[in-house]
């Protein structure tokens, strides 16, 4: 069985026919796009939370520091006390 078509039966099946390609691929770049829009604020929301913690990690590292400092200062008044005390004449 042949199946006879003339030339606008042809076009009008290659309209529909390409209507629904672009329609369908249309809907795969649209998901596409969201799926690289949905990994670029992913990204920027690690980002802000390593910044975050990056700023977390220098407040703890200053009071680090400064809590070395104070038990240096410690450190030192203990053994100057100490060796003050060792060295007392007893009359």
């Known amino acids: ?19 629904l390609f672009l329609n369908a691929s249309n809907l795969f770049i ?3 796009y969201a799926n690289d829009w949905d ?3 992913e ?3 690690s980002n802000v939370k390593i ?4 700023e977390n990690l220098n ?5 680090v520091r400064v809590l070395e400092k104070i038990i240096n ?8 006390t100490i060796n003050n005390a060792c060295n007392v004449k007893i009359n």
């Open 43 to 45: 990204l920027n929301k």
């Open 1 to 19: 069985m042949e199946l006879k078509l003339d030339k606008t039966t042809k076009l009008l099946l290659g309209a529909i026919a390409l209507g």
């Open 39 to 41: 990994l670029v604020v």
């Open 73 to 80: 200062t410690a450190e030192n008044n203990l053994t100057t």
């Open 30 to 32: 649209d998901k596409a």
């Open 51 to 54: 910044d975050r913690m990056q």
């Open 59 to 63: 407040i703890i590292d200053k009071n």
